[in-house]
């Protein structure tokens, strides 16, 4: 299930090295994650290294945005 996206204002192109990770992603595609800093903040870092793990399984290219945790 995908939450609502909406675009607001406008529309600046990805920086070129996001562009390029995006643009050579195959003809599997690209997945982008965001967890936000509410649920990142009370991952453990197991959790976020098993997260890690299954995305570098995937065919897809993986976006991964994780904050709060470092």
């Given at each position: 299930m995908v939450g609502p996206l909406n675009v607001k204002g406008d529309?600046?192109?990805l920086p070129p090295d996001l562009e390029e990770?995006?643009?050579?992603s195959g003809g599997q595609g690209f997945i982008i994650v965001?967890?936000?800093s509410n649920l990142?903040?009370?991952l453990s870092k197991e959790?976020?290294?098993m997260f890690a793990t299954a995305f570098g399984?995937?065919?897809q290219r993986v976006v991964w945005r994780l904050k709060g945790n470092g």
């Open positions: 529309v600046k192109p990770f995006v643009s050579n965001s967890f936000g990142a903040s009370i959790v976020v290294d399984k995937l065919k």
